[in-house]
T-cell receptor
């Protein structure tokens, strides 16, 4: 079964510093990968996605992510963080989610990384 | 363009009560989803729908029911609420299925006491 691992539960970064959030996936086929951001009390917003082609994808708000098949990783990066980037970040893979009796289409999410920005 | 809307935003239920969480999208998307998010966990799929009249179970469907009578609406029904259903519930929609961008509503925070 597919899975997504985000090794860092919390990350603290100083404003203006660079950021990298890690994501590792396990999936037998070519993965469709997503990064979503959740601000406090809000729903999830798509930052970027990878389906195929160029392994470095650009997203909104200055974020980018690099797909590395050999490492089964899809890490999110930003060169210089702003206080408004403080949020919960989720990596997800689009897959058929197995359950007893069949399967379901949907996103399999990691547990999330909570980003704290220090002034 | 409102996107995906959910009502109510907050609700407290007593054990054994029932309620319906409402979800409406105005993007004419065929696919709609219900997820639950427990503290410190990612989202888990409860039910999904690929079009009006078609629904299917997700990873954690027990204790819930859904219907899809129109393209716009995808209500989630909780029967006989239990403390284990205390969670934040998100509705989402997409145009072309699981490989397409899913657009999320703001969520409903449900507490069962």
């Amino acid at each position: 079964a597919q899975s997504v691992t985000q090794p860092d539960i919390h990350i603290t970064v100083s404003e203006g510093a660079s950021l990298e959030l890690r994501c590792n996936y396990s999936y037998g086929a070519t993965p469709y990968l997503f990064w979503y951001v959740q601000s406090p009390g809000q729903g999830l917003q798509l930052l970027l996605k990878y389906f195929s082609g160029d392994t470095l994808v650009q997203g909104i708000k200055g974020f980018e992510a690099e797909f590395k098949r050999s490492q089964s990783s899809f890490n999110l990066r930003k060169p210089s963080v702003h206080w408004s980037d403080a949020a919960e970040y989720f990596c997800a893979v689009a897959a058929r989610i197995p359950y007893s009796g069949g399967g379901a289409d949907g996103l399999t999410f990691g547990k999330g990384t909570h980003l704290i920005i220090q002034p | 363009n409102a996107g995906v809307t959910q009502t109510p935003k907050f609700r407290i239920l007593k054990i054994g009560q029932s309620m319906t969480l409402q979800c409406t999208q105005d993007m004419n998307h065929n696919y709609m989803y219900w997820y639950r998010q427990d503290p410190g966990m990612g989202l888990k799929l409860i039910y999904y729908s690929v079009g009006a009249g078609i629904t299917d179970k997700g990873e954690v469907p027990n204790g819930y029911n859904v219907s899809r009578s129109t393209t716009e609406d995808f209500p989630l029904r909780l029967e006989l609420a239990a403390p284990s259903q205390t969670s934040v519930y998100f509705c989402a929609s997409s145009s072309r299925g699981r490989t397409d961008t899913q657009y999320f509503g703001p969520g409903t925070r449900l507490t069962v006491l």
